[in-house]
């Protein structure tokens, strides 16, 4: 193993900035089939890559942008989560800080690997990543730095530079 796979820092294949967003489809956390080519030419998609439900740093990102939602739909953009966890294990985060967005399960870890997030080592779940999509399903930003406690402002302000 190398020394950036057991940092877990970025992999050379992680999709960067100018690139296409590759096509995906997963369930969200009611069941519901989402695909990427749902939202082309429709809205912008703020595409969050995250650890684990219920944790305290992943609770903090997906309360922040649930209090940013409004925000972020007026700029045009939905939001997708996605974590290696499950619909079941999604449903009940979304419903105990009442999540109005998908968050789509990936135990696979399909969505993970086309994107090339990555995994933490000894843990195997994705990295903490947001993709910013264009309503042409181009990446147009990529947040690696992530603030948890204020993600929404982080993506607001990338989005309104976008536009």
Do not use: N
Not at 40 to 45: I, L, N, R, S
């Amino acid at each position: 193993m190398g020394i950036m796979a057991m940092l877990g820092m970025a992999s050379a294949a992680e999709l960067g900035e100018g690139t296409k967003a590759p096509a995906f489809e997963a369930k969200d956390q009611h069941g519901a089939l989402v695909r990427l080519s749902d939202f082309k030419g429709k809205a912008a998609v703020v595409l969050y890559f995250y650890p684990k439900d219920d944790t305290p740093g992943c609770t903090a990102q997906a309360c922040s942008l649930r209090d940013g939602f409004a925000a972020i739909q007026a700029a045009g953009a939905v939001i997708l989560g996605v974590s290696t966890d499950d619909g079941v294990s999604h449903k009940a985060f979304a419903e105990k800080y009442h999540l109005p967005f998908s968050i789509l399960a990936d135990p696979d870890k399909r969505i993970i690997g086309v994107f090339g997030v990555g995994t933490i080592p000894l843990l195997g779940y994705a990295r903490r990543v947001t993709f910013l999509i264009d309503r042409q399903g181009i990446i147009r930003r990529v947040i690696k730095d992530t603030r948890t406690q204020d993600h929404d402002q982080q993506v607001l302000a990338l989005l309104k530079a976008m536009s």
